[in-house]
């Protein structure tokens, strides 16, 4: 009779989750998706760009970089429709692209592992130039007001390429850590097909978080950078999380019981058991205590249990029937907080959803919300349900991966996008003359397959309007949780 109990409240929580009255589940090709999602990041890309790139509209952009610091900082990713690099949003990224592989790369189509794993390479390469020198790290490349100023083609790019540098003792714990998070997660992904290079990962990693750990404190507190990443990617909610989380990487990475003391004693100092319901760019509370109940739960390390306590309370959040459910869904069933870029919140719920369904499952365990039980089985099914409304199941019936389907955003708040390619239209666009392209009512003339749009809000509604930056830009960090969401589902569409 209990489990006759447990499983019709299962079935409820999935039919509330999923409002299947409204929208029937439809049939969708996430190998499509998943191989989408991954070419997104070949749009994205700074630098010279290789024989194989494989969105052919794009052309070689910021070649001068790091010039003026004569230091070489080519390479990278430009964050969103912009054509600044931000290092603190680039480096997440690619913790979470490294991640991807990590937890679900058995699951990708061998040529879309390799996709991903040349993905996080684009990342790493880069991010090991900015931290190249002892006790220094290049934070940003571009003037994001300059830039923000014109409507232009990266390859045409003629505003300041203007680094921001940040040397100790002056602080950068977020970056810094960050970017050993990145470093360390990616030494994982490549240990067995590069083991060279993810030993210099790690390595590099080590000492990055050094820096991070030994000057505490937030890059935007330094005034020579404050203006140049505040209001864009400002360090809103502190430095403490990036170094629990970098030490977090390290130990896993590493196994070192340095990290592990050090994720142990400052679970207090550093606000571990914050218990922030939150997961993105600027905080890592949520996805800093699934990443750590992997040694609860399948290593029994029970001196870490306040994090499994906190994952566990996050996960509460989500589920209808728990005492502790706050999280929002719009109508038609879309995870929502409040802010610009909505799909980044359902993105990495998802991806922390079916991570940590995979440590119970593996450990035989559930998730105790109170007087309700919930089963791996239940987390999968509000993950699936985010993917299946990104992919079409909503109530406009437009898929909001780019290039998915046929019906998806045409006008994308992008510039490399709206404006002609360098290849059909070499002449150079100056800053201002790309306005009319930008006001133009037409779809863009490039499609920038596999972007994933800020998305709709709290009421479903979606109007495909380039000025609307909020719901039309893609993110390098929309999509980079997305690639292992949609491995997972390649593999277990029905679970």
Known sequence: MKMMKFLCFQLLCIILLSNIGLFQSSYHDYADALSKSILFFEGQR???LPDNQRINWRGHSGLSDGWMVKTDLTGGYYDAGDNVKFNFPMAFTTTILAWSVIEFGEYMPPAELRNTLVAVKWGTDYLLKTVSQP???????GDPILDHNCWERPEDMDTARTVYTVDAPNTASDVAGETAAALAAASIAFRSSDPGYSDTLLRTSTRVFDFADSYRGAYSDNLNIRN???????????YQDELLWGAAWLRRASQGESYLNYIQTNIKTLGADDNINEFGWDNKHAGLNVLVSKEVLEGNMYSLETYKASADSFMCTLIPESSSYHIEFSPG??????GGSNLQHATTISFLLLVYANYLERSYQTVNCGSVSISPTM??????????????????GMSYLVGYSNYYPGRIHHRGSSLPSIKDHPQF?????????????????????????????????YEDDRADFRKSEPTTYINAPFVGVLAYFVANPNF
Do not use: M, T, W
């Not at 140049?228 to 502190?238: K, M």
């Not at 069933?333 to 409040?338: E, S, T, V």
């Not at 800053?431 to 930008?438: L, P």
């Open 46 to 48: 700074s630098g010279y």
């Open 135 to 141: 006790n220094r790290i290049f934070v940003q490349v």
């Open 228 to 238: 140049a990443v505040c209001p864009f990617y400002c360090d809103f909610d502190g």
């Open 333 to 338: 069933g879309l995870i929502y907080r409040p």
């Open 379 to 396: 987390l999968r099914h509000i993950a699936k349900r985010q993917v299946d409304y990104i992919l079409g199941d909503n109530p406009k």
């Open 429 to 461: 666009i100056a800053c201002k003359e790309g306005s009319i392209y930008f006001n133009s009512s037409n779809p863009n003339p490039n499609v920038l397959v596999g972007a994933l749009v800020g998305g709709p809000g709290e009421d479903d509604a």
